[in-house]
Structure formats: C-alpha cells, structure tokens
C-alpha cells in the first residue's frame, strides 16, 4: 500500500488543496512559504493516529489563518486516501477501506475542531474511516503505519549518540526482535564483563576506594565498597551502542561534518523502517524529510536523490502504468512511466516525502516524482504533480535529458521565460530595466530557461490551463524566408514552427515573436548604429564595414538590412554578451521592439498583480 492523495482543509496557509504522490519518492518543490512545511506536518499528523508515540499533536495554532495572521476558521481536516492495498492489508484496514472508489483503496479522515463550552475553547479530535464519515475507528487499526520525521534544521549528533532516544538504539532492536537473539547477546556481554571485574584493573581500583572509605568512615561504621558493570540487559546494550563515520577510518561524529553526520542520520533511520517493514510490524513505511540538502554539496546531493529513488523495487514500478485502469481515483496517476534504477535486492519499499529548495535535486528525480507547490491564481496556494502534465513518452524524456540545475529553477519560478538561445537569456534582464522595471528579474522570482532552438514543444505543455498555472512566455522569432525583411513590427510570414507555436498560447502561457530575429528586430527598433559598435569589439573588421553600411541607410529599416547583411549568425552569442554589457554600462536611449515589451510586460504584469492581490 501507499499514500496515494492527501487532501488538506483549513490547515495552517493551505486552504483548501488535493496532492497526489507515488510510490516511492515524492519530490515537493516550490519558493518559500508555499506551504512545504504544512504539509509535511498534516503527513505527520494523519500517519502518527496509531497507539505508537507521537511527536507532534494537533492545536489551535493549526488553525487556518489570513494573511495577517488572524485566525479564519475553528476547525481543520485532513484526508490521507491509500491505495494497492494487498489482502492482509485490506484485512487490517478493513474499516477504512472505500470500495466504489476501488476494492484495495482505503481512506483515513481526521478532523481538529475548537467547541465552545461554558465560555472557554475545548479541542475536539475525531478520526474516521472509509467514504463516510462514523464512529470513531480504533487507534490499533492505524499501528501499520509507521512514519519517521527528519526536521530541516536536524541535529543528527543528537539522533545518534548513546541513550535511550538513540536511533541506534531502535535498530538494533528490530534486527533483534526476540528474546532468545537478545539474551545470547547478554549472556556475551555478562561473560565479558564477569572476566574484567577478575582482573587487575577493578581489583585495585576496588583496594584504593576501600582503604579510603574505612579511614573516612572509621572502623566502627565502616562498610564495603564493590565496583561492577551495569546490568547486561539487552535495552540498555543498545542504548550504550555509539555511531561512527568517515572515509577511511570511521570517526566520532563531533569530528565530521554536518553533512556526514545527516547522510549517516538518513541511512540509520531508512534501515530501522525497512526492518521494521522486512519484520511484518508495519504495514506501510514512511520516511519525511525536510531539505535532504541541508549541508552537502551538489555531487552528494545527487547521491543521496538517486539512493531514495532506488527504494521503490522494480515489480513496484513495472505495476504503476496500471494503476490508473484499477481505480477511478487513479485519474491523477494516469501515464506514468518511471526510468529504470538499479535496485538493492535487499530493499524494503519505503515512501519517501522530501520538501526542497534545491534544482539540483529538482533537476535529478524522475519527473513523476516532482509536486510542485507555488502561489497560483489570486495568490491562492496551488499544487500540481508532474505526472499529471500530458506530456508524450519522448517529450518527458526530452525534459529528463534536458533539465539541469539552471532550467530546473523553473519549478522554484513566480514566472518564466522560455527563450530560444542564449542572445535571449543575455539581453532580457538588461532590456527589461530599459523598460523602467525597478527590480532585477531574479528577484521578482522570474526564470528565463534557454530550451535551444527547437525545444519548446516539449515545455510548453508544462503551462497549460491544467497545468502550472504561473505566467509564462515563449520568446522566439516568427523565421520568414531569409529574403524577407519585414518594413515594421507587423507579422506578414512566419515559418511552420512558428505557426505551431502560436496554436500552445492557451492558460497562462504567452507566445511573443520577432517579425524576423531578434537581432533584426533590435535594429529595426532603431538601434542599428549602437549594435555595430558592440558588434566592431568583437570584429573590427566586420564591424567596421557594418557602421559604414548603416551610416548609409536612410531610415530604421534600411539601416536593419544593412546591419544583418553584415551580420555573421555564428557570432550571437558573443555578440549578445558584448552588447549586454553596452547596455549595462554605455546605452542610455536604447529602443526595446515590440514583442519583447509584450513578453516582458505581461509576466512582470501578471506578478505584481498578485503581489497587489495579496496586500
């Protein structure tokens, strides 16, 4: 079984929001105070209902709250919907389960109220099974569900040392579930310590106490004193057990780094559920993680995405195409397909929840595994997984190929621009301040992702109308036939890809295009004589010859034909830098053409406007 939906109400900044996760690792990526946290605490609060303990507890503080802060409703739920149940679990979860939703499907409900009696506030917790909410289900029901969390701020030296909330210490007694394995282990450890209370070393030490104590005490109140180990009991073995880690000679953990120390934290706690889950105490093993980044580097962190990718056995995998023809509730599951991984043949399934800022994770998870949260349509909280996007098999696998950390920092985006190559990425930010836009475009949240040439069509289903709804534009160029020099911005051609484009401007996707190229349209917006200068850094020569042709042109679109006939296209890129960075630090009347205010215009716009919104 696995935790297939969750569906929030009035919990903490979510409203009202449905996500639906895989098996597996489940990805949850988005900017800050998106809600990340709060759902990582309503997991917490609907998989801890069994009679085991808990670590956290629902209060009023939980209460859904506006924007100042003030306190909007007395009362919030949580809708946890699993799904594959197998037939001893349908057996244990049998008051859970919602058969019209599908014969393995079961739901957990959990509702936190505030009830006024005699003038003062009573918190009321009610927790139901199945489709209908009744009677309160037993606790005992829920014992298959085990989850652990890691806090993003973890103190891992805390988790692992000696003592009784030792992480080791629980390990240890789930690979040693039986008395009989557990009293061999005392029986070795009374031996050992029978043979060193023989020795010399407590035999003296024993002496020197004694003929102190007889001359502190006096002869007549003197009494004996002895020196033994503690007693061998198996609970406190564990419990003295001390972790150690490093690369060839295992350390103290006070003598590494953060980093180690978490990943050692991480492995400890994934071998104590996946004990648990081999030893048939749980039904369902979940591992919550906040920022799994914290304190490693890129390298590591790829590591360790690819590891919790891995958990998931490959039978696992190879079913999921099926799940969406098993259960209607599987309509937003539908056309996954997972990359293959290798697999240790000793892995236990474990879900896996992990919240993260990072693209570097972002761009590593098959992208079945992503949930991106962000601030949708009028501010409001949104959620939308991946899996759901109705991308074609060779699309996804474009996009697999093609995300790397710099374009993966779209799912972390307010806004997004998808440009055609790297002129674009260069010169956008400097001519959007040249437009009066007072803010940096990183700093309004704006991606611009460089999708090379031909790519767009595997991205812009990423913003359709069911998709993520964020204001995005796909900048590119209208590519008449090359004899074509258009008078003004008024598009009279375009090439078949372009027109193709055009039919993807649906939701909150924009297409704006150049009536030729960009580098033309920049001269016909009468730039011409401040593009050859750029132009002369890189080729004096050329740039010579391109001044002089300019100079002869008598108006804005003579003088664009002049400056592209000696316009060498293999030299865009550097020529975009050049001229970023005339524009940056010599440039002050540069025109902006048309298509690239449009673009521009509408994301900053559609930004502000919810920035307005929400004040």
């Not at 808990?54 to 009023?60: H, L, N």
């Not at 440009?419 to 301040?433: D, M, N, T």
């Not at 836009?437 to 359709?464: A, R, T, W």
């Not at 298509?595 to 004040?615: D, E, L, P, R």
Request: aromatic letters at 8%; hydrophobic letters at 40%.
């Amino acid at each position: 079984m696995y935790l297939a939906e969750l569906e929030i109400k009035k919990f903490r900044c979510l409203e009202e929001i449905s996500f639906y996760f895989q098996p597996g690792l489940n990805v949850i990526v988005g900017e800050n105070n998106t809600g990340k946290s709060a759902l990582i605490d309503a997991l917490r609060l609907i998989l801890s209902l069994g009679t085991g303990k808990r670590d956290i507890f629902a209060s009023e503080d939980d209460l859904h709250h506006d924007s100042k802060a003030k306190t909007t409703d007395n009362f919030f739920e949580i809708h946890a919907t699993f799904e594959k149940l197998s037939i001893e679990e349908q057996g244990q979860f049998s008051l859970c389960l919602a058969p019209t939703i599908g014969k393995d499907v079961a739901q957990i409900h959990m509702r936190f109220e505030i009830i006024k009696k005699n003038g003062r506030n009573r918190p009321r917790t009610i927790v139901w099974g199945g489709e209908k909410e009744g009677e309160n289900i037993p606790f005992e029901i829920l014992d298959g569900i085990r989850s652990v969390y890691l806090e993003a701020l973890r103190d891992a030296q805390v988790g692992l040392k000696p003592g009784r909330k030792s992480r080791i210490s629980r390990l240890l007694h789930l690979i040693v579930p039986s008395s009989e394995k557990s009293s061999e282990l005392e029986e070795l450890v009374k031996s050992a310590h029978e043979n060193i209370e023989k020795g010399d070393l407590l035999r003296q030490a024993k002496k020197e106490i004694n003929s102190r104590l007889k001359g502190i005490t006096g002869e007549f109140m003197a009494q004996s004193a002895d020196l033994r180990f503690s007693p061998p009991e198996f609970r406190k073995i564990a419990e003295s057990i001390r972790a150690l880690v490093g690369y060839k000679v295992p350390l103290d953990l006070e003598e590494n780094g953060l980093g180690y120390n978490n990943l050692l934290y991480i492995a400890t706690v994934l071998g104590e559920l996946q004990q648990a889950k081999a030893t048939d105490e749980i039904d369902l093993a979940v591992l919550l993680i906040e920022e799994p980044e914290s304190h490693l580097h890129p390298h590591m962190q790829t590591v360790l995405i690819d590891y919790l990718q891995s958990l998931l056995p490959q039978g696992e995998q190879d079913s999921d195409n099926n799940l969406a023809t098993e259960n209607n509730h599987s309509k937003n599951t539908e056309n996954i397909g997972k990359e293959n991984l290798s697999k240790d043949s000793s892995s236990i399934p474990v879900q896996v929840f992990v919240t993260s800022h990072s693209p570097v994770l972002a761009s590593r998870v098959d992208l079945d595994s992503l949930n991106i949260i962000y601030f949708g349509k009028d501010n409001s909280i949104t959620s939308y997984p991946i899996a759901n996007c109705p991308l074609e098999p060779e699309e996804k696998q474009y996009l697999r190929r093609f995300l790397d950390v710099t374009k993966a920092q779209l799912f972390f985006a307010r806004g997004v621009f998808l440009v055609e190559g790297i002129s674009e990425a260069l010169l956008l930010p400097e001519l959007a301040r040249i437009l009066g836009h007072p803010y940096p475009l990183d700093k309004l949240g704006i991606s611009i992702v460089n999708v090379q040439s031909l790519g767009f069509k595997n991205f812009v289903k990423l913003f359709q109308e069911k998709a993520l709804l964020i204001p995005a534009v796909l900048v590119t160029d209208a590519d008449p036939k090359p004899d074509v020099f258009p008078e003004n911005f008024e598009i009279k051609e375009m090439s078949e890809t372009a027109k193709n484009l055009q039919k993807h401007e649906v939701g909150f996707l924009k297409v704006c295009l150049a009536v030729k190229t960009l580098e033309y349209d920049l001269a016909l917006a009468g730039n011409a004589q401040y593009m050859a200068k750029a132009y002369k850094k890189i080729r004096p020569q050329k740039g010579g010859d391109m001044e002089q042709a300019i100079s002869k042109g008598n108006n804005n679109w003579e003088k664009a034909k002049a400056f592209w006939h000696n316009f060498d296209t293999k030299d865009k890129a550097k020529f975009a830098q050049e001229l970023a960075q005339s524009l940056a630090c010599e440039i002050a009347d540069f025109k902006v053409p048309p298509y690239v205010q449009n673009a521009i215009n509408y994301v900053i716009n559609a930004i502000n406007g919810k920035a307005n919104s929400q004040n």
